[in-house]
């Protein structure tokens, strides 16, 4: 009897190769990698832009503030 019973539990689905070879699915999944990548290099550039941002007001402030720190 438990010859008869798949390993992964009575409600799994056993997995077959053409599904994992499927057009249909690894045109998705190219999709999604695609969609991934533009995300990220969005947020890097995002945070490249901050961080440059940020070190132009740290510079003005090195320069500026030993003048009203002095005097």
């Known amino acids: 009897m438990t010859m008869l019973i798949h390993a992964g539990g009575p409600s799994a689905r056993p997995r077959r190769a053409s599904e994992s ?3 249909a699915r690894i045109e998705a999944g190219a999709a999604y990698l695609a969609s991934a990548k533009r995300l990220f290099a969005r947020l890097l ?3 490249a832009a901050g961080l440059a ?3 132009i007001m ?3 402030d090195a320069v500026y503030l030993p003048r009203f720190i002095h005097h």
């Open 21 to 23: 070879r499927d057009p």
């Open 45 to 47: 550039v995002l945070m």
């Open 53 to 55: 941002l940020a070190a």
């Open 58 to 60: 740290a510079l003005k």
